[in-house]
Each structure stands twice: as C-alpha cells, then as structure tokens.
C-alpha cells in the first residue's frame, strides 16, 4: 500500500512537531470523543485505538476508565514512541501498564477477530486509502456488540486568512504559492457518514457534526507551519530563503486580526455497532 506507506513515512519525520503543535490542536475534539461513548467505556475490557499518533485517545482512555486495557495502534513508529512517550509522563505504574503500543494499518489490524469491545479513531479515517476497508477491518476485531467510534474532518471550502498570507509571502519570495488540491478523504456530510457504517455492517449507527476551534497568534502559526504543516518545504530552504520567506510571513500577518488566526472546521462525530448476529453488507 504505497499511500499508507508515504503516509507512515511522513508522520515518522514530523512526528515531534505533530506532538508540539497539531496534537494539542486535536486533543479537546478527541476527548469529547470519548464523552460520547463514556457508557461503553466504563464496561470496556479491551479498546482499541486506531491511528493512535501521539497517543492523545489512547492515554485519556486508560485515565478515564480505569478497568479497560487499552490497544494504540498506528502506521508510524516515531508516533508509537511520542505515544509511549507521554503514556510514561502521564500514568503512574499500574495505569501505564494498561496501555500498549504498536505499529499496524487501519485496514490490517494486526490482532485476532472479537478481541475489543470498543474500538475509537480520532481524525485518522480521512487519511486511509479505503474507510470502508477500515471500517470493516475495525468491524473485524470487534466482538459482537462492540461498537466503533470516531471523530475526523467534515468537507469544507472556508479559507483560513493566516494561510493566504503566507501563500502570498511565498509568492514574493519566489518560490511560488501552494497548490490546493482539497483533502479528499474528508466525510462528505453527516449523512455520509451514517450511510458508510451502514454499509459497512454496523447497526445503530448515528454522526452529528460539531465545529473545531483553536486560537493561533502570528508566532505560534508561523511555528505550525514551519515545523509541522509545510515541514518539508522550510527544511529544504537555504538560510536566506528561509529568513525571507518568515519576514515577509511576519509582515503579512500583523495585518490580519485576531480573530483571523482562530481555525474553525468542522467536524463529524459518529459511531455504531457491531451486531450480534452476521450482517450482510454492500460496497
């Protein structure tokens, strides 16, 4: 699977700026996450969570519920290890021993059919070549009645101001603005959603859309930016280009506001169950 591969590939290389700046953003949308399914937690003997990254759903599982074991799983061993990492600075001996780690793709899930009792993703399912490959897979290692939960990204054509100003500034430097080819693994709507766990075999299945929002300031998203989202493009520039291209970023982005840096995107939450007894399903 060349796409997940890439994929892994990518998130070993920003996994510390993920972990400093874009897991932070996430981590209040994934804990709600886990509010709507707190029921389910509470009886939960295993969980499992798929594209656990740094560990942000993981960790706050196995503290919220302190009978459960809890499965991180994700394509990218640098984010296993960040996910380790802050499992060890966040739980004491006894809770930390309830959650493991490991590498493993959503649509392979390296573990026996039933052996979870919830399985929950937070803004990962955009990113896999096939959701409904993962949904089934997720499906798979759930035991009868066991359910699915996530939370990613709801389709959306709104500009966030901060990154047409540093567009502009690459523009000016020459180096030429960004091509926008939209992120085609978003949900399409709520409905869509519904209708996927459906196909997917999943009963009861429900997905209500919410709004993500997080407050950057002008030094905070040039750092998003440089060491985390277009990683790849700063560490590639020479010191010159480099001090350029921030300067004229700087420069662009006092005339924006405050309220300008504030992300606003919305968000699709939604679950269902796996049945108890064998459920036909349809591509």
């Not at 480099?242 to 005339?255: A, I, N, S, T, V």
């Not at 992300?263 to 939604?270: D, E, S």
């Amino acid at each position: 699977m060349p796409g997940m591969t890439d994929q892994a590939a990518r998130y070993d290389r920003i996994a510390i700026g993920y972990a400093r700046w874009w897991a932070p953003v996430l981590a209040p949308t994934a804990g709600r996450l886990l509010v709507e399914v707190d029921a389910i937690g509470r009886t939960a003997g295993r969980i499992l969570d798929i594209g656990t990254g740094t560990g942000t759903l993981a960790v706050a599982a196995a503290e919220r519920w302190p009978g459960a074991t809890v499965d991180g799983i994700d394509a990218s061993a640098e984010m296993t290890e960040a996910a380790a990492g802050e499992a060890d600075r966040r739980l004491d001996g006894q809770a930390r021993m309830r959650v493991r780690f490991a590498t493993g793709l959503a649509d392979r899930l390296p573990f026996p059919d039933g052996t979870f009792d919830l399985a929950v993703s937070s803004f990962v399912l955009q990113l896999v070549p096939s959701r409904f490959a993962a949904l089934r897979e997720a499906y798979r290692v759930l035991r009868p009645g066991g359910r699915l939960a996530y939370v990613t990204w709801l389709h959306d054509n709104r500009v966030f101001k901060p990154d047409l100003a540093f567009d502009a500034a690459l523009d000016e430097v020459g180096l030429g603005a960004r091509e926008w080819d939209g992120r085609s693994g978003d949900v399409p709507s709520v409905e869509a959603a519904v209708r996927q766990l459906r196909r997917a075999g999943y009963r009861e299945a429900w997905a209500t859309g919410a709004r993500l929002e997080h407050a950057f300031d002008p030094e905070s998203y040039l750092a998003f930016l440089s060491e985390f989202d277009e990683e790849d493009l700063f560490t590639n520039l020479d010191l010159d280009q480099r001090e350029r291209l921030e300067h004229r970023m700087r420069e662009r982005f006092r005339r924006l506001s405050r309220n300008d840096f504030v992300l606003r995107l919305p968000v699709v939450f939604a679950a269902g169950r796996r049945p108890y007894t064998r459920a036909r399903t349809s591509m």
